[in-house]
C-alpha cells in the first residue's frame, strides 16, 4: 500500500504453509510490476519482523532500500566473541582467545538454515572460563548465525536511524 495516497499496489492471498517472509517478495513483485506501467517505482518499503528473512535480499537485488526490524533471535553481535568477517569466523576474547571457524551449514528444526562456528576442543580445554561460556562439560564452543546475516547487520545498522525511528518503528 501506498502510505501517502492510501493506494493498494498489490494484493495476494496464500495458503497458511508459507511464512509471511516468503511470501512478501512474490507481493513487491507484484508492486513493481503495477509501478510500472505508469513509470512509477519503488525506492522504500516498511514492514514488520515477520517479513524481515527472504524480503532483505530482494529488496537489494530490487534496488529497494527496505525498512524492516529484525526477527527476535537476531543478535548484531555475540559478548565476548568478535566476528571477522573477512576470515568468516568468530574470535573469542575471552580466556585462550579461541578461534571459531565456519564449519558449515545446517538446517534447523524449523526449516532455517544456519551457518556453524565451532573451536576445536584443544582450544578450549584449558580455558578457566570454559564453564562459564560453554555451559557443559563439552571442550569447544559453537555459535550459529542465519545465512543471511550480512542482510540482518545492515538491516540492524538502518534501523538505528533516526529516519528508520521516526517513519518506520
Not at 516498511?46 to 543478535?75: C, K, M, V, W
Not at 526449516?111 to 561460556?133: A, F, H, M, P
Not at 571442550?139 to 542482510?151: A, G, P, Q, S
Request: positive net charge; proline residues 2%.
Amino acid at each position: 500500500m501506498d502510505d501517502a495516497h492510501h493506494v493498494i499496489t498489490g494484493a495476494m492471498a496464500n495458503f497458511a504453509d508459507k511464512r509471511d517472509s516468503q511470501c512478501l517478495p512474490a507481493i513487491l513483485d507484484q508492486a513493481i510490476n503495477n509501478l510500472a506501467q505508469n513509470n512509477i517505482t519503488i525506492a522504500e518499503i516498511g514492514a514488520d519482523s515477520a517479513y524481515s528473512s527472504f524480503t532483505l535480499a530482494h529488496a537489494e537485488q530490487n534496488n529497494i532500500t527496505a525498512y524492516i526490524p529484525n526477527f527476535g533471535q537476531y543478535r548484531n553481535s555475540r559478548e565476548g566473541f568478535i566476528y571477522n568477517k573477512e576470515q568468516d569466523q568468530y574470535e573469542c576474547q575471552r580466556g585462550n582467545k579461541a578461534i571459531l571457524p565456519f564449519k558449515g551449514i545446517r538446517t534447523d528444526s524449523k526449516g532455517y538454515d544456519k551457518k556453524i562456528y565451532r573451536s576445536s576442543e584443544t582450544d578450549c580445554k584449558n580455558c578457566l572460563l570454559r564453564k562459564v561460556v560453554q555451559g557443559r562439560k563439552r571442550n569447544l564452543k559453537k555459535l550459529d548465525d542465519t545465512v543471511d546475516k550480512t542482510y540482518y547487520d545492515r538491516m540492524h545498522e538502518r534501523m538505528q536511524t533516526e529516519y528508520a525511528k521516526k517513519w518506520f518503528v
